[in-house]
């Protein structure tokens, strides 16, 4: 038996050997690593505005007052836990979607929290989709999609009180064709499997829904038919109406009696306070607020005020208050009360204008939070304040630009706001609101300036309106090429066809040159005080298509909808007089004789479609690329070309795009001309090989559309559509490698020119801000950028030198743990470390020398940083202590603050004194650790000799010595200071002095002043 049992023993052993094997050699190979993830440790920044954009879904927490989530459109789902003094997103590490269209909250659980993507006040411009709904059950912590993965946009969602598995959705569905995934949608499991349990047709979706919070059976359905056209929306027809359900959503009956016969959008909302009374809010020829008394069986109008529907596809929102059935809410441009019923309203003033979504809560009327075109805000006192707004960097930007300026900064236009010029980088440890201001144009600006001295400032804004803008003394005039009223004009009978983003740019060659573009294309050379038209009708001209913006109810003419205008203009940086035009009907034409002759160059086949951006090649005058989108049609491919015969001829470069993921632009990289940035409706791509592969390249950028790029001081700038402006420092990695980061590369990049600037962010990390409410500086100083390789591991050393023009090392760093560093209140900070990970790392010298050592727990009034180096060239010295790795070797250039008058002998002048004083503090500190060691030292001889006999004098002369060497060391130093405050109680000595003047001279002017000069 025991043989049998060996045997067995011995059989099941080779077995598992054999198994093993041969699951060694059927494992697939490791995945190469993303190019997204070989350049992980370049960081985008987010520098603001902090100024809220739109939101369309809010919801509060029953039973606590400090907790709300608000939804951005674009940018992804929000949480305050201190009642909006602060907001913090907490979608972006799970969301495949950034634009949220509905909120609930379970009130059975408050951790169960279901989010609807895609916005429900849906646009002709700055509208996205979404992919369904995410489900949380940690209150936010992590998310979990479940699902209606095509439901484009979503509307509402209801949870039953009492069972948080027990979901109804509101899908409201694809915006700009037919689609069988809307209506209303249910889940009695959570989500794991959804039931379409109201239907009406393929362009009726489900606009709003309301449970009976007394009977959760009871549902009530606001139905939309509905439909977008490039230039026209269709809000209203056969399938508009009310529908009810009294079992849960099995069965529906549309409701009638004293309803309009025909409708457009509906809102409809039961009162928690009496079940009996519901309240709608509907667009019809007759529309406005209508009341039911006896749970929908008939309605009566109680209000028809214009304010209640005006512009009804953007807005219709009804809100029952839960304890006071005669109180209701209507959200239009303003917010709406009625104490009576409906029967009157009055306003409730608020942040912003554009009014979507709103939460009542249900324990306490008087406390609200509400969602409008400028974010989310809070309420407890029924609407008499609000929380701010401008403390959330959901920002909608359709366009960006940057002059030259050092700082540079940033332009754009803020959906349902101002333009905003914003600097790229401040002073202070962020970028707030003292550090931006609006200027020429609207929220829909295209901007215009030169770029070497932008003190006049050229926006546009919608239906045509152009200003010019004078920073020296803020004065502001118009100077529209046909002053007309365009708002409410049919665009057949206006005299230009303006995009709702008329497109404006300088010339590249004499910035005083303008190109303003509507249907033809204007120049000025007097700063727009005369235009002059340089072409003919450059698009389709489908009269057809010029009439009604919205129908059968509601006319839209505020812009968004005029059709057969010029979208884009392009004028070549290499030629002067050369420009291209694209137009919002598909075509593409250029001119290279300032307007004198045109030729249509648009690619082959392409249909109908909008020609959203040209980008002209900085490298090649036949070489342009074009971002083209049908999204308005229903399709949302990506469409991106290349020509690099001038319009000739065109070549598809969308390979490797998401198939959703609509193209908006395409920019070449202004240093290599093989790289490529695509900024799309799904995020930032980049190509190495002009288009012919293209790369998801996030690097930490939120999940929200990319709706332009450009570059300044070799950065990359990014507009977003719901997080407002972010900026990729320094591109030379990524251009200086086309790609191809070897793994086995022991290898420095070569640094952008920097500058001496007096910032006092110091953070390690710019993907922490400084605060909540500001945007984020870059790395101070140089940023150092070098590849290690795959072999690289956490036991090798890495060491940094910086080494001065006279060939002296003058700053070391290390990548080894700094072990048994000792800290006190106002004694040196650790160094910093450097990264030391296989692959790609970024680093930034501050431009500082070694600093001087603390003495131990010695509080110094001053700084233990060593002085900022003088402008000049330095040498970086990268190596490591193993052999055959190393060293490396790059140049560095530090430039002067441009805005800075000072000569070579300045900073010369400057950098001595610094460097003396340095050294004396240095000298002192370290004279004064040698005399404590001497202390001890003596210290322990005298203990020894006091217990010796006849050592008296010896004795004495020691005492001495020591009087001596403590009466020295508080000359030097000022040991009783322990913290703070202790330097107003004990004088300060030496070293303070001098720390404090260095500080004084250690400035961004390198200036010495005479009184500090004589010290």
Known sequence: MTTVIRMALIFLICFSVNVGNVGGQDKKPAKPPSKSQQFSSLKFRNIGPFRGGRSNAVSGVLGDSRLYYFGSTGGGLWKTTDAGITWRNISDKFFKSGSV??????????????????????RGVMTSHGDGIYKSTDAGQTWKHIGLKDSRHIAAMRIHPLNPEHVYVAVQGSLYGPSAERGVYRSTDGGDNWEQVLFVNESTGAADLSMDAN????????????QRLPWKIRSGGPGSGIHKSTDGGTTWTKLTTGLPDKMGKVAVDVSPANSNIVYANIEAAKGGVFRSTNAGKSWKQVNSDRVTVA?????????ADPKDENRVYVLNAPVLKSIDGGKSFSKIPNPHGDQHDLWINPADPENMILGNDGGGCITFNGGKSWSSENNQPTAQFYRVIADNQFPYRVYGGQQDNSSVSIASRSLSGGIDESDWFPTAGGESAFIAFDPDNPKTVFGTSIQGIIDRHDLETDERKSIMVYPQLNLGTLPKDQRYRFNWNGPLTSQVQDPRVLYHGANILFRSDDSGDTWTEISDDLTRNEVDKHGDGGVPFTNEAAGGEVYNTISYIAASPLEAGTIWVGTDDGLIHLTDDEGKTWLNVTPNGLEESLINAIDLSPHDANTAFAAATRYKFDDLAPMAFKTVDNGKSW??????IGEKHFVRVVRQDP?????LYAGTEGGLYISFDQGAKWHPFQLKLPTCPITDLTFQDNDLIVATSGRSFWILDDLGPIQQSGGDLQPTDFKLFAPKPSYK??????????????SPYQGQNPLNGVIIDYQLGDKWTKKMNLKLE????????????????????????????PQPRLPAKPGLNRFHWDLRTDPIPGVTNVHLMGSHNGPRVIPGNYMIRLSTDQDGIGPAEIQATVKP????NATEEDYQRQQTALNRISELANDIHQSVHQFRQVKSQLAGRLSLLKKMEDKTELVALGQAALERINKWEVQLVQPKQKTQQDVINFRNQLNAELTYLGGALDTNDSSISTSTGKI
Do not use: C
């Open 101 to 122: 269209g509905a909120i609930a909250v379970a009130p059975s659980d408050p951790n169960v929290i279901y989010v609807g993507m895609g916005e429900h006040a849906v």
């Open 671 to 675: 240093v290599n001309a093989q790289v």
């Open 897 to 900: 603050d441009p805005r800075i």
């Open 757 to 770: 600037y007096s910032s006092s962010s110091a953070a390690a990390d710019p993907s922490k801000p400084a």
């Open 311 to 319: 512009r009804a596809w953007y807005y219709i929102e009804i809100f």
């Open 802 to 829: 910086v080494i001065d023009q006279n060939g002296t090392v003058i700053r070391t760093l290390s990548s080894a743990e700094q072990k048994n560093v000792k800290k006190w209140e106002g004694g040196p900070s």
């Open 215 to 226: 009977n959760p059976r009871i549902l009530y359905a606001g139905m939309w038919d509905h």
């Open 651 to 656: 070549a598809s470069i969308v390979n490797g």
